[in-house]
């Protein structure tokens, strides 16, 4: 599949927005974080210009971007539309949120509840997300029990490292923190490997053979369709090199999870500038490396209409 660039930058800014909002409304109502107005505010602000961003950016990839709104009006087959309705539902309890955050400076009673209702549609919000993903049967790599997961999974860990770093600017930084950062990184990079390991061995359902029902040897065309690229081909039918693939997962891996837990379990042995310095760096690097993760997840996968242009 062709790399969508706005799309790319939606799925891993929206990601990191979410979770961090998410986080932020949970961990306020329990009282593990501090009612404090500039960290509401702050953290607050960023996750919201993260979200607002990313869905901003989405619509770069519509052929008609005054028409999305028709999108909300098919929740019950698209999981689109469900995805958009859950991002608009979620700015409610999130201004409600920051109300009281903010300009009340509390985080309990009807604050705590807004929060809690935050962290839901929040989460459903990247379950909507992923299952867009998942549910297409032709894209292979897509439709399996990996996909949605992986956006929760990686919406908790760059929501933690995203924190790990606000608190750390706002001199609220404990180690504590680093180490559940450095947790829910390990835990995507062993699902990012295992998804890899899947998609390398996965075995295609389609076949030429299968489509035309001939099973007497192996299928394929006499004349090509066209002899120039059309739109399936430039959209759907994109390829990149096994060795350009195999050096941008390595780019990935180090980006978005090894070189961000050196850095996380630095700032946990260092002092109070270092671990800002380190913590800052960490999120940014894993921002990044998940951009390049993403365009991945995009280039790799296969359609099966590309079998009718014997690919």
């Known amino acids: 599949m062709r790399p969508a660039y706005s799309v790319i930058f939606f799925t891993t800014a929206t990601g ?16 593990t974080l501090p009612s404090d107005i500039t960290l509401g505010l702050v953290g ?30 098919q929740w019950r087959t698209s999981w689109l539309s469900r995805e958009g309705i859950a991002a608009v ?9 920051g109300a009281g955050w903010v300009l009340l ?9 807004a929060g809690v209702t935050t962290a839901i549609l929040a989460a459903l919000t990247v379950s909507a997300t992923g299952m867009i ?32 770093a606000l608190l750390a600017c706002l001199g ?58 059309n739109y399936l081909l430039k959209e759907m039918g994109y390829r990149i090199a096994r060795k350009h693939s195999e050096r941008l997962r390595l780019i990935a891996q180090a980006a978005a999870f090894a070189l961000p837990i050196v850095l996380l379990l630095t700032a946990m042995m260092s002092g109070a500038l270092a671990s800002l310095i380190a913590s800052v760096l960490a999120a ?16 790799e996968a296969r359609h099966t209409v590309t079998l009718y242009y014997g690919r």
């Open 16 to 31: 990191a927005g979410y979770g961090l909002l998410a986080l932020l409304g949970l961990l306020g109502a329990v009282g």
């Open 172 to 229: 609220r930084w404990d180690p504590w923190w680093a180490g559940f950062a450095i947790a829910a990184t390990l835990a995507g990079w062993a699902w990012k490997i295992a998804t890899w390991w899947h998609n390398d061995t996965l075995r295609l359902p389609s076949s030429a053979n299968t489509a035309t029902g001939l099973t007497g040897g192996s299928v394929r065309s006499v004349e090509w369709p066209h002899t120039e690229e």
């Open 133 to 164: 993903y998942a549910s297409l049967k032709p894209v292979a790599e897509w439709h399996t029990p990996f996909t949605l997961p992986a956006y929760l999974i990686f919406a908790l860990m760059t929501g933690l490292v995203v924190l790990n």
């Open 105 to 113: 400076g509390r985080t309990d009673g009807w604050v705590a509840a």
């Open 284 to 299: 940014l690097l894993q921002l990044a490396g998940m951009l390049i993760e993403r365009w991945l997840f995009f280039a």
């Open 89 to 97: 539902a979620t700015y409610l309890p999130a201004g409600l949120l």
């Open 44 to 73: 607050l602000g960023l996750a919201m210009a993260l979200i607002t961003g990313g869905l901003l950016s989405s619509t770069a990839h519509l052929g008609r971007p005054e028409r999305a709104w028709r999108a909300f009006s």
